[in-house]
């Protein structure tokens, strides 16, 4: 006797939910720190501290390590301060300059156009890889949100604490491998960059995905 053909298995498509917007990110207050000391570069580099026609190339490569290691994993390094902006208030939204330590204020503008803010016992942030303000038991967000573009301002702390040493050694050391190698291949071309496996391959276990929300439709 044979068998009954078998049911057709569901499909499902991602379907991308929620705002495309981009959301904004500004960087307010000092400078940023530098991920590796100039003597500990100039160490490693064999350079003699008498020798100081190289000081602005070191320095200068350095800061391109701390962008690029920042900007491929998505982490924020030494502590700084940022503000971003929403449109409206959602029940939870995902800040992306993680490790965020601290939430320093939620303000929003208010159907009079006068700054409010958000006392700090309404929300709580997750300490997962993908940090999410969310509303606290019993909490609510406010109504009377101004119907504007950006009329709410996050500010908050990210970083993994506010000197070198609270950095993870991975990361420093994958900054010296690529400062070396941009110092010392410095002139030559390659389609692949001049960043050396050890520090690629630090960066990609560090890398936070770039994930978007979806849900399956059936």
Same mark, same amino acid.
């Given at each position: 006797m044979p068998h009954?053909?078998?049911?057709?298995?569901?499909t499902f498509r991602a379907v991308v939910t929620g705002s495309k917007k981009p959301f904004r990110y500004l960087e307010i207050g000092a400078v940023p720190a530098l991920l590796l000391r100039f003597t500990e570069v100039q160490c490693r580099l064999g350079i003699s501290a008498t020798h100081t026609c190289n000081n602005i190339f070191i320095t200068d490569f350095i800061r391109a390590a701390t962008l690029f290691g920042e900007?491929?994993?998505g982490l924020t390094f030494i502590n700084r301060t940022f503000v971003t902006f929403r449109d409206f208030f959602t029940p939870?939204?995902?800040?992306?300059r993680a490790p965020i330590s601290v939430i320093n204020s939620i303000k929003y503008k208010d159907d009079n156009g006068v700054i409010q803010t958000v006392p700090n016992t309404v929300y709580d942030i997750t300490q997962t890889q993908y940090?999410?303000?969310?509303?606290?038991?019993?909490q609510s967000w406010p109504s009377d949100v101004a119907q504007e573009p950006e009329a709410i301002e996050i500010e908050f702390v990210a970083g993994f604490g506010n000197g070198l040493?609270?950095?993870?050694?991975? /990361?420093?050391?994958? *900054? +010296?491998a690529h400062v070396?190698?941009?110092?010392?291949?410095?002139?030559?071309?390659?389609?692949?960059?001049? /960043?050396?496996?050890? *520090? +690629?391959?630090?960066?990609?276990q560090r890398k936070?995905?770039?994930?978007?929300?979806?849900?399956?439709?059936?």
């Amino acid at each position: 006797m044979p068998h009954a053909p078998l049911a057709p298995l569901p499909t499902f498509r991602a379907v991308v939910t929620g705002s495309k917007k981009p959301f904004r990110y500004l960087e307010i207050g000092a400078v940023p720190a530098l991920l590796l000391r100039f003597t500990e570069v100039q160490c490693r580099l064999g350079i003699s501290a008498t020798h100081t026609c190289n000081n602005i190339f070191i320095t200068d490569f350095i800061r391109a390590a701390t962008l690029f290691g920042e900007n491929y994993t998505g982490l924020t390094f030494i502590n700084r301060t940022f503000v971003t902006f929403r449109d409206f208030f959602t029940p939870s939204f995902e800040l992306r300059r993680a490790p965020i330590s601290v939430i320093n204020s939620i303000k929003y503008k208010d159907d009079n156009g006068v700054i409010q803010t958000v006392p700090n016992t309404v929300y709580d942030i997750t300490q997962t890889q993908y940090q999410r303000v969310f509303l606290r038991p019993e909490q609510s967000w406010p109504s009377d949100v101004a119907q504007e573009p950006e009329a709410i301002e996050i500010e908050f702390v990210a970083g993994f604490g506010n000197g070198l040493n609270s950095v993870p050694s991975d /990361i420093r050391v994958a *900054a +010296l491998a690529h400062v070396v190698a941009m110092f010392t291949n410095a002139g030559d071309c390659c389609n692949d960059g001049v /960043i050396p496996h050890i *520090a +690629l391959d630090t960066y990609k276990q560090r890398k936070i995905l770039s994930l978007k929300i979806v849900h399956s439709e059936g």
